[in-house]
């Protein structure tokens, strides 16, 4: 009979051990607070503001074609001299991390910083469309290819060499 009283009491105090051992080890580190939840506006409902949520939203995303054909242009035929002013730079951006594909690009009369600049942009624009999208991929890593002089013309070659540019 003395078991059956002291069993709820043991089973009290054993829970509210734990409990505090779980809270005095939350305690210690730092708490990150869950992304908000948006919830979806339905159009039927309410059709004035679901126009309005979609501008935002679209407003918000970067203009990748625009952007990358700045960029194609801005490089133009690249046109070079020698293979020492040709470069490659990595373009886009796999889902999982990493340059999505290689560009060849000419020093001759262009300015190296502004490119690299409008490349970055252009990269950290597809990384967050591919967050916000929530896309996948192989996740294979591409190698950085070797640049050539080919007819005057900066062009990535294809095999297993890599660039030293």
Partial sequence: MRTNR????LAVLVLSACQQGQASGTADTERLLPKPVVEPIDPVKDPLTAMKARKQQM????DLTSMRAEIMALIGEARADNVQQCRVAGFGSKPCGGPASYIAYSLKDKNETVLLALI??????????????GLMSDCAIVPKPAVVLENG???LKTGTDTASY
Avoid at 6 to 9: A, G, I, S, T, Y
Avoid at 59 to 62: K, S, T
Avoid at 120 to 133: C, F, I, Q, V
């Fill in 6 to 9: 002291l069993l709820p009491l």
């Fill in 59 to 62: 407003a918000e995303v970067a």
């Fill in 120 to 133: 970055e942009k252009y990269n950290s624009a597809a990384k967050a469309e591919n967050e916000r999208l």
């Fill in 153 to 155: 013309v900066c062009t």
